[in-house]
T-cell receptor, first 116, second 110 residues
Framework: DTGVSQDPRHKITKRGQNVTFRCDPI?????LYWYRQTLGQGPEFLTYFQNEAQLEKSRLLSDRFSAERPKGSFSTLEIQRTEQGDSAMYLC??????????????FGNGTRLTVT | DAKTTQPTSMDCAEGRAANLPCNHSTISGNEYVYWYRQIHSQGPQYIIHGLKNNETNEMASLIITEDRKSSTLILPHATLRDTAVYYCIVRGIYDYKLSFGAGTTVTVRA
C-alpha cells in the first residue's frame, strides 16, 4: 500500500496561467475525492468520482476548474486562468466503496498552489 | 450547519493520555463518528471511527456516550509527534464524503 500520491507537492504560478495537478489513488480504491484547504481552515470538498464518473461537484468548483478521471484510476485537477484566491492546498483522497459500506477516506499530502 | 463542536485548542503533556472531546448533539441513528488528524504540511490522516460502541485501534480509543451526543478521542500516551489538528466528523451511512470543521489544535509539550 503506497498510499495516495499527489504531484507536484508545490506549484508556484503567475496569475492567469493554467495549472494541472495529478492524483494517484490507492490502487484498489474506486472512489476519488478532491478537496481544497486554505490556511487555518479545514479541508473543503470540491468533487467526487466513482470509478470514472464524476458524481458531485461543489459550488466551490467554478467554471475555471475541471477534474477528470479518464480510466477510473488516476485523476487530474486543472485550474484555468488562475487567480490569487486559488492559492491553497489541494488534497486528493480515495476510498473503497461498496454498497452499504462507507470506508474511511485516505488522503494524500496535497499540492500547495501559490498564485503570484 | 456544523454537526460537531470541538474546542479550538488544547495542550497535553508528553507521555500522558490526551482526551479530546467532541459534541455532536444532533447526530442521528445511522451516522458514524470519525476522527482524523492533520500534521503540519501533510494531508489528513484517518484515526478511528465508530457508531455506538467504544472502539480501539493501534492509534487511539474512541469513547461514545450512551446517548451518542458526544464522544472522546483518547491518545493513550501522547508524544510530540501527536501535535496536530484533530477533526471530529459525523458521517452518515449514505454519505460518501467527509465534511470537515475547524478541528482542535492539539499541542503536546515536553
Amino acid at each position: 500500500d503506497t498510499g495516495v500520491s499527489q504531484d507536484p507537492r508545490h506549484k508556484i504560478t503567475k496569475r492567469g496561467q493554467n495549472v494541472t495537478f495529478r492524483c494517484d489513488p490507492i490502487s484498489e480504491h474506486n472512489r476519488l475525492y478532491w478537496y481544497r484547504q486554505t490556511l487555518g481552515q479545514g479541508p473543503e470538498f470540491l468533487t467526487y468520482f466513482q470509478n470514472e464518473a464524476q458524481l458531485e461537484k461543489s459550488r466551490l468548483l467554478s467554471d475555471r476548474f475541471s477534474a477528470e478521471r479518464p480510466k477510473g484510476s488516476f485523476s487530474t485537477l486543472e485550474i484555468q486562468r488562475t487567480e490569487q484566491g486559488d492559492s491553497a492546498m489541494y488534497l486528493c483522497a480515495s476510498s473503497l466503496g461498496r454498497p452499504g459500506m462507507r470506508s474511511p477516506l485516505h488522503f494524500g499530502n496535497g499540492t500547495r498552489l501559490t498564485v503570484t | 450547519d456544523a454537526k460537531t463542536t470541538q474546542p479550538t485548542s488544547m495542550d497535553c503533556a508528553e507521555g500522558r493520555a490526551a482526551n479530546l472531546p467532541c459534541n455532536h448533539s444532533t447526530i442521528s441513528g445511522n451516522e458514524y463518528v470519525y476522527w482524523y488528524r492533520q500534521i503540519h504540511s501533510q494531508g489528513p490522516q484517518y484515526i478511528i471511527h465508530g457508531l455506538k460502541n467504544n472502539e480501539t485501534n493501534e492509534m487511539a480509543s474512541l469513547i461514545i456516550t450512551e446517548d451518542r451526543k458526544s464522544s472522546t478521542l483518547i491518545l493513550p500516551h501522547a508524544t510530540l509527534r501527536d501535535t496536530a489538528v484533530y477533526y471530529c466528523i459525523v458521517r452518515g451511512i449514505y454519505d460518501y464524503k467527509l465534511s470537515f470543521g475547524a478541528g482542535t489544535t492539539v499541542t503536546v509539550r515536553a
